[in-house]
């Protein structure tokens, strides 16, 4: 078994009997972290990394995705721009989403993994759509995963916008074929879209594909008024109402947003145990409005933080979370500890839902996904000060060095597991072709 020794680090372990060692060690074998101190004992052959003069955290985890939308970037659709959520789906996601061949959907992700290498992220829980080849499109994004090195929980957006037997075959084959695999790098939930595009017919079949197979879902719920809305006038019942009703709400599934659930929506969420994921810079970028994030909270619902394919940076996200809750309510007393606890805590409680191995620590039998960052504090970096250097110093510090499952994916800020200059050149190309076909 391999062995690496991480030395001379300021090890910010987020393990409550050991929060931050000045000068600590990490004794990484094979995937695993065995040891974590100011010394520990390693093999007289382990590969040694000296990070002196910087700050090792945790592997981040961005815990909802879009990966294919790294295509977005600098496209403009023709015609009016978008005056509501609804006509931004029409006229953007739901037009390129649909361009997206297979060679597309390989490089939009490459494009964003390189990303989440370059900014400390290890784990990504990914919603993906690609309609036009539906069929292998989560072995793409496999693939691309175990060539990065990047643990991911994947699904497949089903929909009745686009033929729903398609898609949930697809989650229903992977599903399985990420739990024949069995090692962890690689699980799958049941995607859906949103309830505004589902049939009862899909959501009960989804429902029976959910039981056989065990999986949870992964959805959109109330990102914007319109789907609250439009459940009300077709089901005459609110968008969890209507969910819990085919016992979708439940521990095992990922809802994303649900900016206008009301009262009674966020206490079934909290009463079904069911995972939610706040994507702050995307609501904002979309004008949907703002989550009720600390009364999901105070609730006791694990509610996680994400990106929605808006960014890379979950730092950034976080930073953004804390703000726009102390700008909404106007109370500068708020969401700070909130929001670094749904990035560093939550995320990785979501992800015990939905892998096999815990992560999120820097401590024994813990997962080795390891952040490095270039980053010498300028004020005292030690217990109890720590969320302050994160989301003011480390939000815009280089990540040196990048390790998920005990593998070095990128050192120096130079990525190790993929071709980074070819890969952006046929990412060009590729992205190139979406923008025609669009």
Request: with cysteine; hydrophobic share 40%; charged share 20%.
């Amino acid at each position: 078994m391999s062995a690496m020794l991480i030395k001379n680090a300021l090890v910010v372990t987020l393990d409550d009997a050991r929060p931050i060692l000045p000068n600590g060690q990490i004794l990484v074998e094979g995937s695993t972290i065995t040891a974590v101190g100011a010394s520990v004992d390693a093999p007289a052959d382990a590969q040694v990394i000296d990070a002196e003069g910087r700050v090792a955290i945790p592997g981040l985890i961005n815990a909802h995705h879009h990966l294919y939308s790294s295509f977005a970037r600098g496209f403009a659709p023709p015609g009016e721009p978008a005056a509501n959520f609804v006509q931004i789906l029409e006229r953007m996601w739901w037009k390129l989403d649909l361009a997206l061949d297979p060679e597309a959907v390989r490089y939009s992700s490459y494009a964003a993994l390189l990303e989440a290498i370059h900014t400390g992220y290890t784990t990504i829980i990914d919603h993906h759509a690609s309609p036009s080849c539906t069929d292998g499109s989560l072995d793409i994004l496999e693939d691309t995963f175990r060539e990065a090195g990047l643990s991911g929980c994947l699904c497949y957006e089903t929909s009745d916008r686009n033929r729903p037997a398609d898609g949930a075959a697809e989650n229903t084959r992977f599903i399985r074929k990420t739990q024949a695999s069995g090692d962890g790098q690689i699980t799958a939930l049941f995607g859906l879209h949103a309830q505004m595009t589902l049939s009862d017919a899909t959501l009960e079949a989804t429902a029976a594909a959910c039981r056989e197979t065990g999986a949870g879902v992964h959805i959109h719920v109330a990102e914007d008024q319109s789907d609250e809305d439009d459940c009300l006038e077709k089901h005459g019942m609110r968008i969890i109402q209507r969910l819990h009703q085919f016992g979708l709400a439940n521990p095992k599934s990922l809802f994303i947003h649900g900016i206008h659930l009301d009262e009674s929506e966020m206490d079934l969420v909290a009463e079904t145990g069911t995972m939610m994921v706040h994507n702050p810079e995307s609501n904002m970028n979309n004008a949907v409005g703002t989550q009720n994030m600390l009364t999901l909270l105070q609730k006791g619902i694990l509610l996680g933080l994400g990106t929605d394919g808006m960014t890379s940076h979950m730092i950034s996200s976080a930073r953004v979370a804390h703000l726009l809750q102390r700008a909404t309510r106007r109370d500068p007393r708020v969401a700070f500890v909130e929001a670094c606890t749904m990035l560093l805590e939550n995320n990785a409680g979501i992800c015990a839902r939905c892998f096999p191995e815990p992560r999120g620590k820097l401590a024994p039998g813990q997962l080795a996904d390891v952040a490095i960052f270039d980053y010498v504090p300028t004020t005292p970096l030690e217990d109890g000060r720590f969320l302050g250097h994160l989301l003011y110093g480390l939000n815009y510090a280089r990540v040196h060095t990048t390790i998920a499952r005990g593998n070095v994916l990128m050192r120096d800020s130079r990525i190790l597991t993929l071709d980074e200059p070819a890969i952006c050149a046929k990412a060009r190309e590729a992205a190139r072709g979406v923008w025609k076909r669009f």
